[in-house]
C-alpha cells in the first residue's frame, strides 16, 4: 500500500472537505449488512451491488474527474462514502465486478485493517489497496468521507452497452 495526500496533486484539503460535506443527494444502503447507516453517491457510473451487479450512469464532478485522474488512471466508477461518528464498515471483499485495486481518499481521520496490516489513515490521505483482501474500516469517531475509484472489469462494461460512461465517451469518439 503506498501513501499519498491530495495536497501532493495540488487539491486543497479543506475546499475537498468543504465539497463533501455540501453533496447533496446522498443515498443510503439500507439492505447492506456490512455498511450499515453510511451513505453515498456514485460518480462516472453507478454500480447496484447485487448479483450479477447493475451498472448505470452515475453523477459528473469535475473535482472527482481531476483527482480520479490521478489516482486511478481509467477509472471506471467514484464512490463517496459518509461515516458518522460510530459507523464503519464490517470485513469483506469488494464485488467481483471490479478491478480489485481501489485507489481511496480519506477525508478525517480512520482506521483501515487490510489482511494482517491496519493503517491509520490520515486527513486528504490517498491509498491504494486490493480489494480482494479481506478489509474493513472500523467504526469511526469523527465525521468521516472515502472516495473511492475503481475500475470494472470490461466484460461487465461491454454487458451494458448503452447505460454506461465508456460507451458515452466512445460515441462521442465515433461521432
Ligand atoms: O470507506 C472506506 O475506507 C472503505 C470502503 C470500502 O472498503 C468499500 O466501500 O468497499
Ligand atoms: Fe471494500
Redesign the pocket.
Known amino acids: 500500500m503506498n501513501f499519498d495526500n491530495i495536497e501532493d496533486f495540488g487539491f486543497d484539503l479543506k475546499s475537498f472537505r468543504n465539497w463533501c460535506e455540501y453533496q447533496s443527494n446522498m443515498k443510503s444502503m439500507p439492505s447492506s449488512k ?2 450499515f447507516g ?1 451513505t ?1 453517491k456514485w460518480f462516472g457510473n453507478e454500480v447496484i451491488l447485487v448479483h450479477p451487479a447493475v451498472i448505470k450512469k452515475g453523477h459528473w464532478d469535475e473535482t472527482v474527474d481531476r483527482l480520479g485522474d490521478y489516482i486511478l488512471p481509467g477509472w471506471d466508477c467514484a ?1 463517496l ?1 459518509h ?1 458518522r461518528p460510530g459507523v464503519g ?1 464490517k470485513p ?1 471483499y ?2 467481483s465486478v471490479f478491478e480489485p485495486l ?1 485507489g ?1 481518499v ?1 477525508i478525517g481521520y ?1 482506521t ?1 485493517r487490510i489482511g494482517n496490516q491496519e493503517h491509520q ?1 490520515e486527513d486528504g490521505q490517498v491509498i491504494k489497496f486490493d ?1 480482494s483482501i479481506l ?3 472500523l467504526p469511526v469517531v469523527s465525521e ?3 472516495l ?1 475509484f475503481r475500475r470494472i472489469k470490461p466484460q461487465f462494461l461491454r454487458t451494458y452497452p448503452t447505460n454506461n460512461v465508456c460507451a458515452t465517451k466512445l460515441k462521442l469518439i465515433e461521432n
Do not use: G, K, P, Q
Open positions: 456490512i455498511a453510511r453515498h464512490l462514502c461515516y464498515m469483506h469488494d464485488h481501489v481511496l480519506n480512520a483501515f489513515l480489494s478489509h474493513e474500516l468521516r468521507w472515502s473511492s
